[in-house]
């Protein structure tokens, strides 16, 4: 954990700061935090209609989420936690459709022994497709080229 400021306390100034900034957008969400583990903290912002927050393929929602670590920096410059920003539970339904899809692919490369490369994904999406093709027996993936541009390849196991 930072010194001098407890996981919930930089919680607590993301929340506020995420608050406030969607209040002077006129966004009207309501923004909760919550721990997800000893060393990270969501804070999430639910309500209708909040796309734009989010982004193409979550673009924007990264962009709140390294403002609000910046945020949170500032207030606590030794070090601080992990901190999550969602939006109306985006990287929920993100991670479960990168499941659907990584898996499909998985059962395409058993079925053809053949390796396919996807599209570049951000390094959140990388590690849900990795996650969910890990558990599939016959496969496996690894990651190649260079941000923003680093894409999985999926592979025969063996």
Known sequence: MAEGMTLEEQGEVGRAFLAGL????GVSA???TRLLDDETVEIAAMGEDLGLLVGPRGSTLSALQ???RAVV??????RTD????DVAGYREKRSAALKRFSTQIAEEVIATGQEKALEAMSPADRKAVHDAVNEIE???TRSEGE???RYIVIAPAG
Not at 73 to 78: E, K, L
Not at 82 to 85: G, K, M, Q
């Open 73 to 78: 920096q500032r207030q606590c410059p030794s």
């Open 147 to 149: 941000d923003p541009n």
């Open 22 to 25: 969607l209040s002077e957008y």
């Open 138 to 140: 016959g496969v496996s």
């Open 30 to 32: 309501s923004v909760e």
């Open 66 to 68: 390294d403002l609000t």
């Open 82 to 85: 992990r901190i999550l920003v």
